[in-house]
């Protein structure tokens, strides 16, 4: 089935560093999403791409779509402790119509520790 | 009130019982899956469903089974359930515009089984 490689698998930081990470898929992704899990939660939706090359922000996160469009990653930049979290990213892979159609792929997660 | 909720959120029960655990949304959207989460592992989908008469096995669905009782409802069972089905159980939903929200799944809190 599809692989999906999400790293680094974990991060310690210290407060207002910025932090990567990225997503790299063995075949074609025509979207890519970045989820945030909060302990105790269920993941929420924070960035959606779907273009190759697109670029898009959501306040001091910025995620890309690989001009490949096999890869991509997500930078957080001045980070908070409220950042604490783990962070997945998801791919679809088929087009509209076809089986995979709304089946997202997930990344195996970063988990992100922000001290003080 | 949120809008996708799972009952029971947390779970204990023994090899070999017979567990269900529920989903409903009040978001209206025709679209829902469950997923596992192990750590390491990511989010893995077991079943999903686009419409009430639309049911399909997702990555890892042996072990398991799924009831979509409504276009709201749609509910996961383990019929003998085993220790290697400990893990955290999420629902999602999703909307089947044939758009670019197709690909946005909205998640609920979890469940937490563990079967001893």
């Known amino acids: 089935g599809q692989q999906l490689n999400q790293s680094p698998q974990s991060m310690f930081i210290q407060e207002g560093e910025d932090v990567s990470m990225n997503c790299t898929s063995s075949s074609i992704f025509n979207t890519w999403l970045w989820y945030k899990q909060d302990p105790g939660e269920g993941p929420v939706l924070l960035i959606a791409?779907?273009?190759?090359?697109e670029l898009t922000s959501n306040g001091r996160l910025t995620a890309q779509f690989g001009i490949t469009r096999k890869d991509s990653f997500l930078n957080i930049s001045a980070s908070i402790p409220s950042d604490v979290g783990i962070y997945f990213c998801?791919?679809?892979?088929?087009?509209?119509?076809?089986?995979?159609?709304?089946?997202?792929?997930f990344g195996q997660g970063t988990i992100l520790t922000v001290h003080p | 009130d949120a809008d996708v909720t799972q009952t029971p959120r947390n779970r204990i029960t023994k090899t070999g019982k017979r567990i269900m655990l529920e989903c409903s949304q009040t978001k209206g959207h025709d679209r829902m899956y469950w997923y596992r989460q192990d750590p390491g592992l990511g989010l893995r989908l077991i079943y999903y469903?686009?419409?009430?008469?639309?049911?399909n096995k997702g990555e890892i669905s042996d072990g398991y089974s799924v009831s979509r009782q409504a276009q709201a409802k749609f509910s996961l069972s383990l019929e003998s359930a085993i220790p290697n089905q400990t893990a955290l159980y999420f629902c999602?939903?999703?909307?089947?515009?044939?758009?670019?929200?197709?690909?946005?799944?909205?998640f609920g809190p979890g469940t937490r089984l563990t079967v001893l």
């Open positions: 469903s686009f419409d009430v008469k639309d049911i």
């Open positions: 999602a939903t999703g909307v089947g515009d044939g758009g670019r929200m197709t690909d946005t799944q909205y």
């Open positions: 791409l779907y273009k190759a090359g």
């Open positions: 998801a791919g679809r892979e088929g087009n509209a119509g076809g089986t995979s159609y709304g089946k997202l792929t």
